[in-house]
């Protein structure tokens, strides 16, 4: 049997309209998380997020940041001797909005330390926010676990 050249054009006409089919199904069924529910309101807010990065940046040194394992180990700069600290560390993970972690600490002696839950792995944005002194302060990084 043999095809002639129309019937080869309708067939490439019903194959691409199928891919664009199946690739409209495939998208329609991608699953995404937002960064945050109340983007916009926060958003708004971020003017209170640039103060905060500069009260860090006017600091006599940069908060330090260490990991051992799933341990991470805060160090704060000399600026806070005899201070109360009180802030929250939140691992943000950009892939899968159920593997954020986030914990409270307290401190008065420079250092404090957050122990992320077991199975953590990837690329995480440590955002790291406290209070000192009636001051607030805000510090981003990347860490991999």
Known sequence: MKINWGHK???????????????????SHEEFDLVTKDYYGAELK????????????ALSGPVQ?????????IRFPRDFAGQAIK???????P????KDFRQPFSTTDLTC????PGGT??????KLSWE??????YQEQKIVF
């Open 95 to 98: 892939a899968d909005e159920r």
């Open 132 to 137: 000192a002194n009636g001051k607030t302060y």
């Open 46 to 57: 971020y003017q209170q997020v640039i103060d905060q990065k500069a009260r860090v940046a």
């Open 9 to 27: 054009i309708a067939a490439v006409y019903i194959l691409f309209v199928a891919g664009t089919l199946f690739l409209a199904y495939k998208a």
């Open 65 to 73: 940041v260490e990991q051992h394992g799933q341990q991470l180990q």
């Open 121 to 126: 792995r990837g690329l995480y944005d440590l």
């Open 113 to 116: 330390q957050a122990e992320a």
């Open 87 to 93: 802030g929250e560390v939140y691992l943000y993970c």
